[in-house]
Structure formats: C-alpha cells, structure tokens
T-cell receptor, first 112, second 115 residues
Framework: DQQVKQNSPSLSVQEGRISILNCDYT??????FLWYKKYPAEGPTFLIS?????DKNEDGRFTVFLNKSAKHLSLHIVPSQPGDSAVYFC???????????FGKGTHLIIQP | GAGVSQSPRYKVAKRGQDVALRCDPI?????LFWYQQALGQGPEFLTY????????KSGLPSDRFFAERPEGSVSTLKIQRTQQEDSAVYLC?????????????FGPGTRLTVT
C-alpha cells in the first residue's frame, strides 16, 4: 500500500514553460514533505520542503504547494530549464519507519 | 566539503555470494540511513542508525541483510547469500538531525547486480 503516490511516471515540458509535478499521500500523520531531484547515476539531492503548517514554500524558481484537505502537494518549476530534466521524488518522514517514504518518481523532460 | 561517499559504485555478484557495501557519511552527521532502490521505483527504507545505535531495521527484507556502524561514522551493509531479487541500487544517506524527520544527504549509491 503506497503512502506517497506520484501517478505520472513522466512529464514533458517545453523550455521556458511551467513544470508542475504532483504528489498525493494517504497517511494523514505526515506533517513534513520533501522533494528530491535525481540525475542518472547520482544519488537524490534535496530540492525543497514544506511543513504542514504552511500551504506554500518558495525558493527561486521552485515553489511547493500543499493542500492538506486533499492530501495533495505539487512542485512548480518556472521557468523550466534544460538542467531541470531529471527524476523528481516526493517524500515524507514516517510512514511506519524512521526513514523517508518516497513516491515512485516523475521523470521530467525539458524540451528545447 | 565532502559529501556522502559509497563504495564500490558497481558490484556484480554471483547468486549465493556475500557482498559488503560501504558508506562514508558527512563528517559529524548523527543519523545514517540505508535505502534500496529497484528499477523504476523510489528508494525504500532499509535501516537507520543514530550514531552507532541501530534504532530501526524494520525495512530489512530478510535476515540475510545486516548493517553496522560500529564507531558511529562509516557504515557497512552486508548481504549474505545474494539472490537475484537483491539486484538494486543501494543508497546511503546521512543527516545532521538525530531523527529521520528532516533533510537527508544521499550518496551516489552502489548498483548491485546478482547474476
């Protein structure tokens, strides 16, 4: 039973446009969420996070929105750049263990 | 500064062999985590150390998997009698915080292929 779901395995966006990556969760005990970015043959790198006491967190081109009632969060990247092409993981601490619970990831492809 | 390093980067093992995967966390990081990432999936939690204490091993898939961090820094994940289903990327992460609740820094992973 997946507690963190990323239902889009891939997403293709034109350079300069907005990329929106979605994540749903089922565990209402989650109170903190993180987005990680992963390039091939590298480990995930932390991108941005949000606490459940907020509904928005912004860092440069990256903004994460949290809708607690819908158990949904999204990552917005604007404007999208070629270097943003990577796999993006949504994650939350907890879920029955001391580590992070990850979604399956969304492969973002930025087209020139 | 140095990040999390893992060795070897790639390991090919014949079914039934034992393997040992090493993780060097960021200096001073209290927490250390091991994850297993199968192809097309997100990382899945295996085990967690706070300093030298293994506080959570609920994600280890079988008793063939064993992890240690004897001096609270370097950690080794050992897999005995490897099976084909053990083929995956094994990721190590460390965190300054004494819990799994916050930002973790990942190493590049060890890709294990069991033939």
């Amino acid at each position: 039973d997946q507690q963190v779901k990323q239902n889009s395995p891939s997403l293709s966006v034109q350079e300069g446009r907005i990329s929106i990556l979605n994540c749903d969760y089922t565990n209402s005990m989650f109170d903190y969420f993180l987005w990680y970015k992963k390039y091939p043959a590298e480990g995930p790198t932390f991108l941005i996070s949000i606490s459940s006491i907020k509904d928005k967190n912004e860092d440069g081109r990256f903004t994460v929105f949290l809708n607690k009632s819908a158990k949904h969060l999204s990552l917005h990247i604007v404007p999208s750049q070629p270097g943003d092409s990577a796999v993006y993981f949504c994650a939350a601490p907890g879920g029955g263990a001391d580590g992070l619970t990850f979604g399956k990831g969304t492969h973002l492809i930025i087209q020139p | 500064g140095a990040g999390v390093s893992q060795s070897p980067r790639y390991k090919v093992a014949k079914r039934g062999q034992d393997v040992a995967l090493r993780c060097d966390p960021i200096s001073g990081h209290v927490s250390l985590f091991w994850y297993q990432q199968a192809l097309g999936q997100g990382p899945e939690f295996l085990t967690y150390f706070q300093n030298e204490a293994q506080l959570d091993k609920s994600g280890l898939p079988s008793d063939r998997f064993f992890a240690e961090r004897p001096e609270g820094s370097v950690s080794t994940l050992k897999i005995q009698r490897t099976q084909q289903e053990d083929s995956a990327v094994y990721l190590c992460a460390s965190s300054l915080a004494p819990s799994g609740a916050y930002e973790q820094y990942f190493g590049p992973g060890t890709r294990l292929t069991v033939t």
